[in-house]
DNA sequence: AGAATTGTCAACCATTTGGTTGAATGTTTT
DNA sequence: AAAACATTCAACCAAATGGTTGACAATTCT
């Protein structure tokens, strides 16, 4: 699915708008691990976990694969950046002094097109 | 409302995954705005943007304070920096050859104090 | 005091979310 | 081919979300 840059936002923060998903990325980020392997640490049923990776990968922050048996759960990084970047955009806020801001201000012509 | 790190990531992200809530943050972030002027861009009903300023509020990423009739809406920017750093952790794995992320492997003693 | 303005609250509604359980699918093993 | 394993799908449920409208509250203007 062709996704808007808005509805890209959208659906990369909704996923890590939980705590199990946000868990599960970090689960996945050093190595790849089976759906079994992912859903071991969580109280939740297998299916729920199957319902998180859904999410997870309908904002393509994981790939599912299967090998075998086996569906392999790996991340795609690259596309948590994104969401990096437009966080990046308020560093001036909470970096500088406010007058630090006002020349800021002034020179600001607008270089962040439009997303969000 | 104190907060785990895991609620507070969980109501910030929640807060960015809505395409009017983050332009609301844009709207705002350069100066203050009163309810009224904040919601005046969009089709929805004052209502309905107030409630959007509602999840904005308890995700701690803007403030409302009475001046006179008006409210006015204020960014607190500095509040979405755990977001931003949860974030950073992955840069490592979008910025580095796979290579890299080995000898990573090796050196990392999990700085990360496990929030999220 | 009364009217106008600004914004919130309450009740309501449809849709989405996050979980469950049980049946179904794809793959490997026997 | 049958059994076992790994995972998803479908149906269901309660709670949360995002919107509406109309009543209410706080402030200012006349």
Known sequence: MVKSNAARLDSIFHAL????????LRDVAWR????G???KPYRMSLAAVSK???VLESAELIARERRGSFQIVR?????LRP???WLAWYEKFWNR???ALQTYLEGD?????GNG
Do not use: Y
């Open 17 to 24: 708008s939980d705590a199990t998903r946000r868990s599960i």
């Open 32 to 35: 790849e691990r089976t759906v």
């Open 37 to 39: 392997e992912v859903a």
């Open 52 to 54: 998180h990776l859904n």
């Open 75 to 79: 991340l795609k990084a690259q596309n």
């Open 83 to 85: 969401a990096e970047e």
């Open 97 to 99: 002094q406010l007058d």
């Open 109 to 113: 012509k607008d270089e962040h097109s």
